[in-house]
């Protein structure tokens, strides 16, 4: 069982409760990378001249904790709703585990200094651990995805 920084469970019982969450979760990385490239493109030297230095901070800190057992929920999801061979997805819920804690590192490295500039965020950016990630997310979410109706 895991929690956000603000304590919240990250950790449901249903299928749909874990759809939800994980639907939270990829909310928050995808506008935490949307926000570093807007923020990216702006070519601040240091956070204080940034109007949105704050709005930074906190999307990288929704995108952090959203990384936080972001793994285990795909893994608890596919458990839950895949009969067949859940050991199958296995190898990749180790790598999306990897790319995960690869990628926190990288924002929780930013978020620690005192001020952060457009070229920081840029080259975090172009870091290979958060493409990789984006790119896991994006790969177990469209095979995830509620078969229709």
């Known amino acids: 069982m895991s929690a956000d ?3 919240r469970d990250f950790s449901p019982a249903t ?4 759809r939800e969450d994980l639907q939270r979760r990829v909310d928050a990385i995808e506008a935490g990378y949307e926000l570093m490239l807007a923020y990216a493109a702006q070519g601040f030297p240091t956070e204080t001249m940034a109007s949105n230095r704050g709005q930074l901070r906190d999307f990288l800190q929704r995108f952090d904790a959203a990384l936080t057992g972001l793994a285990d929920q795909y893994r608890e999801l596919v458990v839950t709703e895949r009969s067949g061979s859940p050991e199958a ?6 790598v999306l585990a990897q790319d995960a804690k690869a990628a926190q590192a990288g924002l929780r490295l930013v978020m620690a200094q005192p001020s952060i500039s457009s070229q920081l965020v ?14 896991d997310v994006f790969l177990i979410d469209e095979l995830l995805k509620p078969a229709a109706p």
């Open 15 to 18: 299928a749909a409760d874990i």
């Open 5 to 7: 920084k603000g304590g």
């Open 122 to 135: 840029d080259n975090l950016n172009a870091s290979i651990h958060v493409r990789a990630l984006l790119t």
């Open 89 to 94: 997805y296995e190898g990749f819920f180790d």
